[in-house]
């Protein structure tokens, strides 16, 4: 496809900013829409065509956002919708388009379509708007056996009063009560939302929890399940709420108000990525993508593969051959706010997906954890996704190799996983932690200043940071040649100068077991994703007449015929 006729989604280079983590302008240790237009600078360097602003609107904060308690305003703690607005003009001095993340599966029990749904009595309008049931055994038994995918039981009783007797579903935690879509007004308020932002220039939204969105309408018992399960895994496994017809229905809808919008406005281009856990499951890509749903779908399987080239390999190839036929290009990411940073995942020497994997600790392993070579693997993966077709989708932080904080005190963690657990899963919080952007540990390492002209000091960030943070930093980072931060600009020029240019297609190549090869038109992408150099034939015809035009080690391919080990080339005719 030539790149004139593409549209702009499709093989964008998208920047995720976790809001409360990325720069506090106020000095009051959260994050804030200020900060990210304070350093729009360092996005920009990274040459990105879009940032992905995780939930900012008004929220009590349970799920950090993804508990929304109004959907058509910006929470105070980061701002007000002017400071949005000034946000989206200041993104587009830099050419960066601004993407939300719609959360239509649920609501925050604050929210006052849910208040109302509490005070209103059984069979009310109120409560249809989301899945309020009579409980069994005469109210004091949650009407069917679904669990929560954070932990507990899916229901909680509306109160003690045995004349109510219900229950509300809410799939993730209590604090996060389900929608029911079949309902008119649900329906017309998501309709609502995305013309209010599509109206203050968003370009787009990641769609949360794709999954669990629809319902059987009977809502039967959940099947037995065979075998040791997670507990954080049962809720995936529930056939009555994942993945349901029910739930296309809702993206046919959403698709048709982004079309109709278009319509109206001619020259916008408007696009909805989904997020969804279809791991191994690559034709759910092509079911999802249907030309009236998602224009995109996250592909989760190369984020959770271990540093093995067969696994590499089947999760880069599986979507691309599932898409091929559809005109849909991927959509990659090696990292988001839900998942153990890469540099720590494949710096276990043993790292492995478990053929049970849960949303958080998915490539678990007790080995200690060897950061230098994590993020020499991290950074061949990088080459490996720059160089794909489809849109590549970062999360602040990698342009730096953050690790994962694991040591964050019991008594600082705030993922709702972690209490709802019991302490047993710990959660999301190590890659949530706040951003390094200097050395200097008077301001969180510059992730907090003070507000102009105050010189009291800055409140301590949400998160702790590591005593490390600072060498970790911007700062440290643009000054040290090769650092990972001088990569990620490297590859987003190599991505505009050699691989957009290329078909939205690739195909793999044989070089050999234990290179993973990959064939974009003129571009040929070799990793070696081994602990020793594998020779390399450069006879080969894929190979011939072309040249090196990126490397992720110091040295490049020598004139001899060997790849070093966990690195990643690029040959271009
Ligand atoms: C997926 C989001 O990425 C995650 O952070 C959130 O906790 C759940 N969906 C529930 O909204």
Same mark, same amino acid.
């Given at each position: 496809?030539?790149?004139?006729?593409?549209?702009?989604?499709?093989?964008?280079?998208?920047?995720?900013?976790?809001?409360?983590?990325?720069?506090?302008?106020?000095?009051?240790?959260?994050?804030?829409?200020?900060?990210?237009?304070?350093?729009?600078?360092?996005?920009?360097?990274?040459?990105?065509?879009?940032?992905?602003?995780?939930?900012?609107?008004?929220?009590?904060?349970?799920?950090?956002?993804?508990?929304?308690?109004?959907?058509?305003?910006?929470?105070?703690?980061?701002?007000?919708?002017?400071?949005?607005?000034?946000?989206?003009?200041?993104?587009?001095?830099?050419?960066?388009?601004?993407?939300?993340?719609?959360?239509?599966?649920?609501?925050?029990?604050?929210?006052?379509?849910?208040?109302?749904?509490?005070?209103?009595?059984?069979?009310?309008?109120?409560?249809?708007?989301?899945?309020?049931?009579?409980?069994?055994?005469?109210?004091?038994?949650?009407?069917?056996?679904?669990?929560?995918?954070?932990?507990?039981?899916?229901?909680?009783?509306?109160?003690?009063?045995?004349?109510?007797?219900?229950?509300?579903?809410?799939?993730?935690?209590?604090?996060?009560?389900?929608?029911?879509?079949?309902?008119?007004?649900?329906?017309?308020?998501?309709?609502?939302?995305?013309?209010?932002?599509?109206?203050?220039?968003?370009?787009?939204?990641?769609?949360?929890?794709?999954?669990?969105?629809?319902?059987?309408?009977?809502?039967?018992?959940?099947?037995?399940?065979?075998?040791?399960?997670?507990?954080?895994?049962?809720?995936?496994?529930?056939?009555?709420?994942?993945?349901?017809?029910?739930?296309?229905?809702?993206?046919?809808?959403?698709?048709?108000?982004?079309?109709?919008?278009?319509?109206?406005?001619?020259?916008?281009?408007?696009?909805?990525?989904?997020?969804?856990?279809?791991?191994?499951?690559?034709?759910?890509?092509?079911?999802?993508?249907?030309?009236?749903?998602?224009?995109?779908?996250?592909?989760?399987?190369?984020?959770?593969?271990?540093?093995?080239?067969?696994?590499?390999?089947?999760?880069?190839?599986?979507?691309?051959?599932?898409?091929?036929?559809?005109?849909?290009?991927?959509?990659?990411?090696?990292?988001?706010?839900?998942?153990?940073?890469?540099?720590?995942?494949?710096?276990?020497?043993?790292?492995?997906?478990?053929?049970?994997?849960?949303?958080?600790?998915?490539?678990?392993?007790?080995?200690?954890?060897?950061?230098?070579?994590?993020?020499?693997?991290?950074?061949?993966?990088?080459?490996?996704?720059?160089?794909?077709?489809?849109?590549?989708?970062?999360?602040?932080?990698?342009?730096?190799?953050?690790?994962?904080?694991?040591?964050?005190?019991?008594?600082?963690?705030?993922?709702?996983?972690?209490?709802?657990?019991?302490?047993?899963?710990?959660?999301?919080?190590?890659?949530?932690?706040?951003?390094?952007?200097?050395?200097?540990?008077?301001?969180?390492?510059?992730?907090?200043?003070?507000?102009?002209?105050?010189?009291?000091?800055?409140? !301590?960030?949400?998160?702790?940071?590591?005593?490390?943070?600072?060498?970790?930093?911007?700062?440290?980072? !643009?000054?040290?040649?090769?650092?990972?931060?001088?990569?990620?600009?490297?590859?987003?020029?190599?991505?505009?100068?050699?691989?957009?240019?290329?078909?939205?297609?690739?195909?793999?190549?044989?070089?050999?077991?234990?290179?993973?090869?990959?064939?974009?038109?003129?571009?040929?992408?070799?990793?070696?994703?081994?602990?020793?150099?594998?020779?390399?034939?450069?006879?080969?015809?894929?190979?011939?007449?072309?040249?090196?035009?990126?490397?992720?080690?110091?040295?490049?391919?020598?004139?001899?015929?060997?790849?070093?080990?966990?690195?990643?080339?690029?040959?271009?005719?």
């Amino acid at each position: 496809m030539a790149s004139e006729s593409r549209r702009w989604w499709q093989d964008a280079l998208v920047y995720q900013v976790y809001v409360r983590s990325f720069a506090d302008a106020d000095g009051d240790g959260i994050g804030d829409l200020e900060g990210i237009r304070s350093r729009l600078g360092h996005i920009a360097s990274l040459g990105v065509d879009a940032l992905w602003l995780n939930p900012c609107y008004p929220s009590p904060q349970r799920d950090h956002g993804y508990d929304v308690s109004d959907y058509v305003d910006i929470h105070r703690e980061y701002g007000s919708l002017e400071l949005f607005d000034a946000l989206v003009a200041d993104a587009a001095t830099h050419g960066i388009k601004v993407l939300m993340d719609l959360v239509p599966s649920h609501c925050s029990n604050e929210h006052p379509w849910f208040r109302a749904a509490l005070a209103a009595a059984p069979g009310s309008a109120e409560r249809a708007r989301f899945y309020f049931r009579d409980g069994q055994d005469d109210g004091r038994a949650p009407p069917n056996n679904w669990q929560a995918a954070f932990g507990g039981s899916a229901w909680t009783r509306v109160d003690d009063d045995p004349a109510d007797g219900q229950w509300y579903l809410g799939t993730f935690t209590p604090h996060q009560p389900d929608f029911d879509h079949t309902n008119a007004d649900v329906q017309q308020m998501f309709v609502d939302v995305f013309e209010f932002w599509f109206d203050r220039g968003v370009e787009g939204f990641r769609v949360d929890a794709v999954a669990p969105t629809g319902k059987h309408p009977d809502l039967p018992d959940q099947p037995p399940i065979d075998g040791d399960i997670d507990i954080l895994d049962i809720t995936w496994l529930n056939p009555h709420t994942v993945f349901r017809p029910e739930g296309h229905a809702v993206w046919r809808d959403f698709r048709a108000t982004l079309a109709a919008y278009e319509a109206r406005h001619p020259g916008r281009e408007l696009m909805m990525v989904a997020e969804a856990y279809v791991v191994r499951r690559p034709e759910l890509l092509r079911k999802f993508t249907r030309p009236d749903e998602f224009h995109q779908m996250f592909n989760f399987d190369l984020m959770l593969s271990p540093w093995e080239p067969t696994s590499i390999a089947r999760a880069l190839h599986d979507p691309l051959d599932i898409l091929a036929d559809t005109g849909v290009t991927p959509a990659w990411t090696l990292n988001n706010h839900d998942i153990q940073r890469i540099v720590t995942r494949l710096g276990r020497a043993d790292a492995h997906l478990p053929e049970s994997w849960t949303n958080n600790n998915l490539v678990s392993s007790g080995a200690d954890v060897d950061l230098a070579l994590g993020e020499r693997r991290a950074r061949a993966m990088a080459a490996l996704v720059f160089a794909l077709p489809g849109s590549l989708y970062l999360y602040q932080g990698e342009e730096l190799a953050l690790p994962e904080v694991l040591d964050i005190p019991d008594d600082r963690r705030t993922d709702p996983i972690f209490a709802l657990t019991a302490g047993a899963t710990t959660g999301r919080d190590g890659c949530r932690v706040p951003l390094p952007w200097t050395t200097d540990p008077a301001t969180s390492y510059g992730f907090s200043s003070p507000p102009a002209g105050d010189q009291a000091p800055v409140d !301590e960030p949400w998160l702790p940071q590591p005593a490390d943070w600072g060498d970790r930093s911007v700062a440290v980072e !643009e000054r040290r040649a090769g650092s990972t931060l001088h990569l990620y600009r490297e590859l987003s020029a190599a991505r505009r100068a050699h691989a957009n240019s290329q078909p939205l297609a690739a195909r793999a190549l044989e070089l050999g077991r234990d290179l993973v090869a990959v064939a974009r038109g003129d571009l040929v992408v070799v990793v070696n994703a081994t602990s020793a150099p594998v020779d390399i034939d450069l006879a080969h015809p894929a190979l011939t007449d072309t040249t090196v035009v990126l490397s992720t080690t110091e040295q490049p391919t020598p004139s001899g015929s060997t790849i070093a080990a966990d690195s990643t080339i690029w040959f271009c005719r």
